[in-house]
């Protein structure tokens, strides 16, 4: 069964992208497709990047980024719960995509993100322009929450059936995708 890593790319205190990915984690567990784990960037704590090499080479030198370079190369497929921060991604989430590189490579990725009017949609297309450049198939289908917080009750995600559903079309292509590329990954 294809590895599938949910990453939290939000990282501030209070922050909703722990219930919402937690809800998509969940989700994907009942989808049954994939093997998933959680993967929270506030526990990975990458510093801003601070390797001296170019992550072409794979040369790391710190820890952290050995574990993270771990942590990706075991994953088949992503999902990144990301928020919009001013139109753009938030920085945690793009500084952990740059640390690494060869890891990312041939795997596909979907994305929930959420926000007000836009349902942070600003932020998923930003975050393609890096992920194309490692390689990375960064599929349409996706859940977009727009106005998020009318979905949240005493800290936890209420999705909406609509939600769900787009959670369900989503991991399909998802599914799809990552055993298609699966030859190249080789
Ligand atoms: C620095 C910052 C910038 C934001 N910019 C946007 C934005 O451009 N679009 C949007 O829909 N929400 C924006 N928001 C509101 C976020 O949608 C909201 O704070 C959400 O809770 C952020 O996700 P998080 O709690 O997982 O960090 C912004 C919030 C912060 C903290």
Redesign the pocket.
Known sequence: MSKLSVVIG?T?P?????P?GQWFFERALLHGKFEVQLVDLKEQNLPLLDEAKHPRLGEYEHEHTKAWSRLVQASDAFVFVT??????A?PALLNALDYVYHEWAYKAAGFVS???????I?AVQMLKQPLISMKVVGIPEAVVIPF?SQFMNAGAFKPHESHDKMAVTMLDELVRWTEALAALRK
């Open positions: 939000s501030r209070g922050r909703v992208g722990l919402i928020p919009e921060y001013n139109f753009s938030p959420y926000g007000g009017q836009s349902g942070g600003r998020f």
